[in-house]
Antibody, heavy 119, light 107 residues
Framework: QVQLVQSGSEVKKPGASVKVSCKAS????????INWVRQAPGQGLEWMGI????????WYAQKLQGRVTMTRDTSTSTVYMELSSLTFEDTAAYYC????????????WGQGTMVTVSS | DIQMTQSPSTLSASIGDRVTITCRAS??????LAWYQQKPGKAPKLLIY???NLESGVPSRFSGSGSGTEFTLTISSLQPDDFATYYC?????????FGQGTKVEIK
């Protein structure tokens, strides 16, 4: 079945970086975009950016420009999201989510990865 | 960035009730709007796309309407599985902003 499986939870110190993976299966990896969305505890959803697995092009939310990097490995059908210079405000559940086109809604979601920033 | 405002923030309802959630955009987004359902500890689930199109597998008691700046999500007869938080999201511009969410609680 079509699914996105994310890596496990992480605990990081302020100033560190975190890299979360999202492995796709059940569909043609290069035919769908992958978005990243985060949700701080008890808060709403925030779009972080999107990657085109076909060519690797990326588009990032203005707020996170310079701190977020999205990459992909076509040999393993995996997308990665790396966030640097972590602060306590980056504590959140991070989700990857599939979209058919650049400006399409997100039809398949990963299970989420909790990233906790703690000293 | 386009701002999305949902109302109400919380809604208390009973099984069988008709429930309506509103989402307003700060500028026209045509019909580039989606609705999601999220349960605690789970990823969101797509319900409606392009304002009024039901995603495959979603029960027909869910419906969406609207265009421009005002949109609604309606649950025609609330079921036990529907108690959750609902989010709208716009796709008209780069920011792909979400509304702040509407929590549907048991009355």
């Amino acid at each position: 079945q079509v699914q996105l499986v994310q890596s496990g939870s992480e605990v990081k110190k302020p100033g560190a970086s975190v890299k979360v993976s999202c492995k796709a299966s059940g569909y043609t990896f290069s035919s769908f975009y992958i978005n990243w969305v985060r949700q701080a505890p008890g808060q709403g959803l925030e779009w972080m950016g999107i990657i085109n697995p076909s060519g690797g092009s990326t588009w990032y939310a203005q707020k996170l420009q310079g701190r977020v990097t999205m990459t992909r490995d076509t040999s393993t059908s995996t997308v990665y999201m790396e966030l640097s210079s972590l602060t306590f405000e980056d504590t959140a559940a991070y989700y990857c989510a599939r979209a058919s086109q650049l400006y399409d809604p997100f039809d398949i979601w990963g299970q989420g990865t909790m990233v906790t920033v703690s000293s | 960035d386009i701002q999305m405002t949902q109302s109400p923030s919380t809604l208390s309802a009973s099984i069988g009730d008709r429930v309506t959630i509103t989402c307003r955009a700060s500028q026209s987004i045509s019909n580039w709007l989606a609705w999601y359902q999220q349960k605690p500890g789970k990823a969101p689930k797509l319900l409606i796309y392009k304002a009024s199109n039901l995603e495959s597998g979603v029960p027909s008691r869910f419906s969406g309407s609207g265009s421009g700046t005002e949109f609604t999500l309606t649950i025609s007869s609330l079921q036990p599985d529907d108690f959750a938080t609902y989010y709208c999201q716009q796709f008209n511009d780069y920011s792909r902003t979400f509304g702040q969410g509407t929590k549907v609680e048991i009355k």
